[in-house]
């Protein structure tokens, strides 16, 4: 499984927050405060800050990081705070005074606080903590370090391993990102060196598994996938045991259901993640979480990655309501891999993100199209492809009417096809495949020919496009070369082996070396002395073997170890370990063998022994040679005395350091000459990496095998070997070791056996060939042989064998297995046995079944099958029980149906369904229940009624009762009278006409169907009159259809009301111009028959007009109203096309054109009469006619348009000869007035503004732009707050703040930018109000007759640079009060010509924009001279009251604003007290309505409305009232469209 890191505090966005321990500790520092930025906890030591001071807060905060062991690890943190705080560091566990390790940086042209970590390794993965403080508060943020260890740490291993030897375990060993590949415990520590080996084979996760153990990734993976995904993941895997993975999986996501119950409510929609659009890749799910602060983490192939709620960034996640939406951009190939979110500790989702490796060898082509035309794009991959994902404009196109994408069969020829293409389908395509696209433009040229411009034009059969190339050439080129390339890394991967393969035969077959040791050889033992000199070979210091009782010895030695990059101190360090041997009395040779390295660092062999073979020619070998033969090693050594050959063998290495062996040891074969054995000897040999190591092999573990030297093996051969010494030496080979053997594979299945599914009694077949015609073979089935004699056919046709079993029985169902020559092929025989019917019995079945109402009838099918069957009967699709009327019996070879009292409704078809488990049959009848039909349908349609005959007509009966209708029985009754008179019966057509009627009397009617079952019920008519007279409406007016100089051709219609009866004829009259006197056409004895008519007596030039009336029985119908007047001349020619039609203006919904007559062409084009003007929009193919009846002027205004849309237009010319040929525009136009650069129509616009604190801004600005510009609004070059209103119109926009504030000041710039280009203008508007009195006044005299005036400043000097001071002296002698200096913006003044004997006083202003503040009172300055008292004796004066009731100086007038603009409505108004203003629309008060800006300045109160709407009409009233009394005016406002 992938290993996660470990994350006390993660410090992406939403991936972490303060520890529990922290957050308590803050809660008794101080007050906590939550910071802008996530995942920092600030903490305030005082309740009340000073004004101007703040809290340490981290304008950035450090990120956490997952780094690679050795590299640099960089943290850096922004912080603000006033006083400026001091930035420390700190971490959760361990110090941090290494300072070459650690080290800490300021730039102050920056103000980054850096902390750097070199040479990472696993002792600094820890958590991070940075800590900001200042006298009034600190900020503390956390950020996690994981370290990816490289390789295997034996010094940090061994350490461990001591701890625990001495009973302590350093928690530390284990860091959050390495995942330990043995669990420390209550283990002996005589087995910690074999641990720390097995190690070095896992420093990847995952790099071992048992066999048959499946891969956790696996697990992961397959959690989070659909059930259609299972077979394809298992294959992925090699997982082939689907019952015992589906039972496991199960469990496992029961278990991750119950740990996921503690953090979420519901997880539901997953998806999994996929390239969505070019560099993006997403996944997404819905969430629930019980606690809204648990944190979600985000993984990589195990490692947590940093995400962000930005857009920009690399991950981003992405919330939207439930749905979290995780985003990955800028698309790598390093960026596929398995995600994964966990919610805390618990994992909710994982999803594995695959990056194909295909690019592009041909990208797709810009294409020029015509309209109506068919364009294709094309590309070809480099590697195959499915399926791409093609894109248009920016959205995705799918296979449909308008698109067809196509893909060659070898996949790299993608195509795109975009049929009937129009102006709307120009723009940019591209194709997509994988994380690389390419993309192409598709231009669209309308069609140049002008006499089809306003024509529908015809599709075309061409196609546009394709690139030119040969793409099934490049493509086959390209299957060739990754032919060639998967063919290449096969001998590639075959050709590692077998060099894997020699060099391990050759190693195995490698004579021995010269042993170097000192000592002596014996059976007993050998000792020897070694040192460890760190450069890669170790020796012993110290060491001794004993042999005693079998061969038990003992060795010991130091290892040393240095560090160091060389290569070959690493292969010493690796594996040299303390060399120590075992006693093996009893080896099997089944066992495997297990031995670690020797101490000179020369790796072990392990895995299974392939026996040895040496050749022993003494009289060739050297001294130094024979040396090596001996028995005498350094080590200790393993003596085998008893051989078991089931025991293992197993040896640690000798004192030199090397490595036992490992594995099922098997005999050693060694020629000697002497036939003598030594009991160990030390061999050098080459494994697959190709390194060159010795092993020792204590002792033959079998019985040797001598061979006499003096037999003859082959031809001699010399090979040359190093000796440990480095010199070089020969030795001759007696012949060939092994003889080569060339191994025959035998008899091969070309085609195996396929399973069969067979019915009973049907034959099957079972056949498979083999590679051989001559090889016979065997059937078996379920294990045992079959024979002739069995009922089975066995035959073989040359290398084809067959098996045939004429008549399957259930019997024969098995498995069924051949072998030949040791081959075999298995397949299974299924034998169904479903229901069956008999086709005669079927087809009797078939027939339907007639019965008559009430009867009864049965359906009986007898069928075959295997039992349990089960049987259902259906009648009109609804399954049939057992009730009153149907009875289902069954038995084991048949069913029946009986149905008593069938009814007319029963009928219908009858079917029988049979099902058992080997398969379903159905069988189908049908059941007709004759009856006596239903009465005939009304109503009675009258078709003439005349003085002599009554016509009628009726529908025929819904429902016949199974039989056809032979005749229609009638009866008839004149009103008036109680008798039916019979009429008879006739043939089956439902209509009668009766000439037995006298006229003006009224008949009544009964109508019955008669079948061969019987007489329906009877249908009574209506009343029916015969004769009545009942005249045809007026015809429409004739219309002329040609008109000629002696000839007017006319056609009319038939009257909406023909007076239920025929038309006989119409008569056809004429008037003259100017006459009042109509003459008859055709004679009035002889009614033109056709709706037609030719008149003939016209006298050229004159002008006429027609009426006519339609007759039948009844007589004449009124006339019609006249036609339209038409000359009796000649037609004429339909008009040419218009001439210069041209735009003259345009709006955003009108286009105003104009243009001239056509040119008139005797015999060819005449004067036209009139104009049609038709519009259509850009992406409509349909013609929209402006005006119904034709224009005489050669000016025209189309409106109601659509603002910035599209549209063709055209003038069609029109006289009697008919519509001449439409004339267009060259091009579309656009519904925009003509393009206008932005500009400001105001002359005089503010460019600086003061407000009252409290009180609304309003900034409205009037421009002129077209097309429509977009406005926006700066403050101070940044976007605009949400609490500012801005309202935007057609020609001006306004900046509204309701109520404003100081922190509202600042410079409003307002940009407004079209197509054509952009203005902008900018207005100062500073928010204050009355400043603040300055401080307390003091006086000094530093100068005689002078005295300076000093004063504390006012409070609101910090915040208004534009405030300034004003001192105002009085003396004694004086009693008004003079201004001795203005707009000092420093608190000091000095005042002259003070004069002694005289008290003087100074009053000290702050003055703003706004206004003046209270005076400041300075104390008394000198002394006044005492004077007697002057007594004025003052009259008594009577106390006037000024208090008034409220009134209105002038009331309020009526207003009538259009819709869109601004409506100002105002009044004057007077009383003191000053009286409480209410203003109301329709008695509801619009004092608290933030859409209007009332305002009460002076006694002048207006109300403003910014743009009116219909919803502003109504009535408007203003009351102001008093503790005097209440007055009331009221007004109405009219919204004009």
């Known amino acids: 499984m992938w290993k996660k890191s470990k994350v006390t505090d993660q410090t992406a966005t939403g991936q972490g927050g303060p520890s529990e321990a922290e957050q308590e500790e803050e809660k008794k520092a101080g007050i906590k405060k939550r910071s802008k930025v996530p995942g920092v906890m600030i903490t305030q030591f005082i309740e009340v800050l000073p004004e101007g001071k703040s809290t340490p807060d981290f304008l950035r905060k450090p990120i956490a990081l997952t780094i690679q062991e050795g590299k640099l690890a960089i943290f850096k943190a922004n912080v603000c705070g006033d006083p400026k705080p001091e930035v420390t560091w700190g971490r959760a566990k361990g110090d941090m005074s290494d300072t070459e390790t650690f080290q800490k940086r300021y730039d102050e042209a920056t103000g980054e606080y850096t902390l750097e970590i070199h040479r990472v390794s696993g002792e600094e993965a820890d958590t991070y903590k940075c800590y900001a403080i200042n006298e009034y508060g600190k900020a503390i943020c956390t950020a996690a370090l994981n370290v990816i260890e490289v390789g295997f740490k034996k010094k940090k291993a061994m350490e461990q391993l001591e701890d625990i030897g001495r009973g302590r375990v350093n928690q530390n060993f284990v860091r959050p990102c390495v995942r330990p590949s043995f669990v420390l415990g209550s283990v002996d520590p005589a087995e910690f060196r074999k641990l720390l080996r097995k190690r070095k084979g896992v420093d990847k996760e995952e790099a071992v598994k048992e066999p048959g153990e499946i891969d956790e990734r696996f697990w992961e993976i397959i959690m989070s996938a659909d059930r259609k995904d299972y077979e394809r993941i298992c294959a992925e895997f090699g997982v082939k045991d689907f019952r015992v993975m589906l039972k496991k999986l199960s469990e496992k996501k029961k278990e991750r259901q119950e740990e996921q119950a503690q953090y979420i409510e519901t997880i539901n929609n997953l998806k999994h993640i996929d390239i969505k659009g070019v560099g993006i890749a997403s996944f997404e799910f819905d969430l629930e ?23 920009e960034m690399k991950h981003s996640l992405k919330t939207v309501g439930k749905k979290l939406i995780f985003s990955v951009r800028d698309l790598k190939a390093e960026d596929a891999g398995l995600y994964q979110v966990d919610v805390e500790e618990v994992n909710l989702f994982s999803t594995d993100f695959k990056i194909p490796t295909v690019d592009f060898i041909v990208k797709i082509q810009e294409v020029k199209a015509k309209e109506r035309e068919d364009a294709m794009f094309e590309c070809v991959l480099s590697q195959p492809c499915p399926r791409i994902k093609w894109m248009g404009k920016n959205a995705t196109l799918e296979e449909g009417e308008k698109y067809t994408i196509t893909v060659s069969e070898d996949k790299l020829i993608h195509r795109l096809l975009i049929k009937d293409c129009s102006q709307l389908d120009k723009g940019i395509y591209s194709a997509a495949a994988g994380i690389k696209t390419c993309s192409a433009w598709l231009i669209v040229e309308a069609d140049s020919d002008p006499a089809s411009h306003g024509k529908k034009k015809t599709r075309k059969t061409t196609q546009a496009g394709g690139t030119g190339l040969d793409l099934g050439k490049l493509a086959q080129e390209q299957q060739e070369k990754l032919a060639k390339e998967r063919q290449e890394q096969i001998d590639a991967a075959n050709k590692a082996r077998a060099e894997e393969e020699r060099l391990a035969r050759e190693a195995l077959l490698a004579p021995p070396l010269p042993d170097t040791g000192d000592g002596d050889s014996g059976e007993g033992g050998d000792s020897g002395e070694g040192k460890d000199t760190g450069d890669g070979k170790n020796k012993s210091e110290s060491g001794s073997n004993k042999s005693k009782d079998g061969g038990k010895s003992v060795g010991e030695m130091k290892d040393s170890e240095k560090e160091g990059d060389d290569k070959k101190n690493k292969k010493s360090t690796d594996d040299s370990d303390k060399g120590k041997g075992s006693s093996n009395n009893g080896i099997d040779p089944n066992a495997n063998g297990e031995g670690d390295g020797d101490s000179k660092g020369r790796k072990g062999r392990t895995g299974p022994l392939i026996p040895d073979t040496v050749i022993d020619a003494e009289k060739e070998r050297d001294d130094k040679y024979k040396k090596s033969t001996d028995v005498s090693d350094k080590g200790k050594g393993a003596s085998n005395n008893d051989i078991d050959p089931n025991a293992n063998g197993e040896g640690d290495g000798d004192s030199k350091g090397r490595k036992g062996q490992t594995g099922p040891l098997i005999p050693d074969t060694v020629i000697d000459p002497n036939g003598q054995s030594g009991t160990g000897e030390t061999k050098e040999y080459t494994d697959a990496s190709g390194k060159r190591s010795e092993c020792t092999r204590q002792g033959p573990l079998l019985k040797d095998t001598v061979i006499d030297p003096n037999a003859q093996s082959g031809t001699g051969e010399t090979e040359q070997y190093t000796d440990v010494s480095g010199k070089r030496s020969e030795r001759t080979r007696q012949g060939p070791l092994l003889k080569d053997t060339v191994i025959d594979p035998g008899v091969q299945f070309v085609s195996g056996l396929s399973n069969v599914h067979a019915l009973i009694g049907q034959p099957a077949e079972l056949m498979c060939k083999l590679s051989n015609d001559n090889c016979e073979g065997t059937w078996y089935r379920d294990s045992k042989k079959l024979t002739a004699d069995d009922g089975h056919i066995m035959s073989r046709d040359g290398a084809n064998h067959k098996l045939v079993i004429n008549r399957c029985q259930e019997e024969d169902s098995g498995k069924y297995r051949f072998e030949a020559d040791g081959r075999k092929t298995e397949a299974m025989l299924n034998v169904k046995d479903p229901p069956r019917f008999d086709p005669d019995d079927l087809s009797a079945f078939s027939q339907p079944v007639i019965v008559k109402v009430g009867n009864s009838t049965t359906f009986k099918l007898p069928f075959v099958g295997r039992e349990p069957m089960k049987i259902q009967w259906y009648r009109k699709g609804e399954e049939l029980l057992d009730d009153n009327t149907t009875k289902i019996e069954k038995s084991f070879t048949q069913s029946r149906l009986l149905l008593s009292k069938c009814q007319r409704k029963d009928t219908g078809e009858i079917k029988i369904k049979l099902k058992n488990e080997h398969g379903t049959m159905e069988a189908i009848s049908r059941l007709i229940v004759l009856d006596k039909p239903t009465a005939p349908q009304g109503p009675v349609e009258v078709l003439e009624s005349t003085a002599s005959c009554i016509h009628i007509k009726w529908r025929a009966p819904k429902d016949d009762g199974g039989c056809p209708v032979i005749n229609y029985n009638l009866e ?28 003006g009397r009224k008949y009544c009617y009964r109508i019955r169907v008669v079948t061969e079952e019987g007489v329906s019920e009877m249908m009574e008519t209506d009343d029916l009159t015969a004769g009545t007279l009942a005249f045809p409406s007026s015809p429409a007016p004739p219309k002329v259809a040609s008109a000629f100089n002696n000839c007017i051709n006319l056609t009319w219609s038939t009257p909406t009301d023909t007076g239920e009866s025929r038309i006989l004829g ?12 109509w003459s008859p056409v055709n004679p009035t004895d002889e009614p033109i028959q056709e709706k037609k008519r030719a008149v003939t007596d016209v006298v050229a030039g004159n002008e006429y007009e027609f009426r006519v009336y339609a007759i039948n029985v009844s007589g004449l119908s009124e006339p019609s109203s006249p036609s339209e007047f038409i000359f009796a001349k000649d037609p004429k020619n339909p008009p040419g096309k218009v001439e210069d039609l041209k735009v003259a203006d345009t709006s955003y919904t009108a286009i105003s054109l104009s243009w001239n007559k056509p040119t008139e062409e005797v015999g060819v084009q005449d004067e036209a009469k009139g104009y049609f003007i038709e519009v259509r929009q850009a992406e409509c193919i349909d013609w929209t006619r402006c005006n119904v009846t034709p224009i005489i002027l050669t000016t025209f205004t189309v409106k109601s348009l659509k603002a910035m849309a599209m549209y063709w237009i ?25 393009p206008v650069r932005p500009c400001f129509t105001d002359n005089k616009m503010k460019s600086f503004m003061v407000v009252r604190a409290g009180n609304s801004v309003r900034i409205l600005l009037n421009f002129e732009a077209s097309p429509w510009p977009e406005v926006t609004w700066l403050k101070d070059d940044v976007p605009l707050l949400k609490r500012v209103n801005i309202s935007n119109s057609e020609s001006s926009s306004q900046l509204l703040i309701t109520s404003s504030e100081r922190s509202d000041s600042g410079i409003y710039t307002i940009v407004v930018k079209n197509l054509v280009g952009q203005e902008s203008f900018s207005v100062e508007v500073r928010v204050t109000d009355d400043p603040k009195p300055p401080g307390p006044v003091e006086l000094e005299e530093n100068v005689p007759g002078t005295v300076t005036v000093i004063w504390e400043p006012s409070p609101d000097e910090k915040r208004d640079d534009h405030l300034h001071y004003s001192v105002s002296k009085r003396d004694s002698t004086k009693g008004s009060w003079s201004t001795v200096a203005d707009r ?17 006083h100074f009053r000290v202003y702050a003055k703003n924009d706004m206004g003046m503040s209270a005076p400041s009172e300075s104390p008394t300055w000198g002394s006044e001279r005492r004077k007697d008292t002057f007594v004025v004796n003052m009259p008594a004066y009577k106390t006037c009251d000024l208090r008034t009731a409220p009134a209105f100086l002038v009331p309020l007038r009526q207003h009538t604003a259009p819709k869109g603009y601004e409506c100002y409505m105002s009044c004057a108004i007077k009383g003191n007290p000053k009286p409480r203003v209410t203003w109301y629309r329709n008695n509801i008060s619009l004092n608290t309505n933030t859409n209007y800006l009332i305002t009460n300045i002076c006694g002048v109160c207006s109300l403003l409305i910014l ?11 203003i009351q102001i009232e008093s503790a005097l009394g209440r007055a009331e005016s009221s007004t109405k406002l009219t919204v004009r469209e």
């Open 1384 to 1400: 000092l913006f420093n608190n000091k003044f000095t005042a002259c010509n003070i004069m002694p004997g005289r008290e003087y």
């Open 1507 to 1517: 743009r009116v709407t219909p919803k502003d009409w109504g009535e408007y009233n």
């Open 1066 to 1077: 119409y008569n056809l009259e004429k008037r003259k111009k100017g006459s009042n006197l």
């Open 972 to 999: 008839r009754q004149q009103v008036g009278r109680n008798t039916w008179k019979k009429l008879g019966d006739i043939p089956g057509v439902p209509e009668y006409k009766d000439n037995d009627v006298e006229h």
């Open 1210 to 1234: 055209r003038v069609i010319a029109i006289n009697d000869g008919g519509e001449g040929v439409a004339q267009d525009l060259d091009n579309y136009i656009l519904a925009m007035p003509p």
């Open 289 to 311: 979480l019980k606690d809204l602060s648990s944190r979600i983490f985000l993984y990589k192939d195990g490692v947590m990655i940093p995400y962000s709620d930005e857009e």
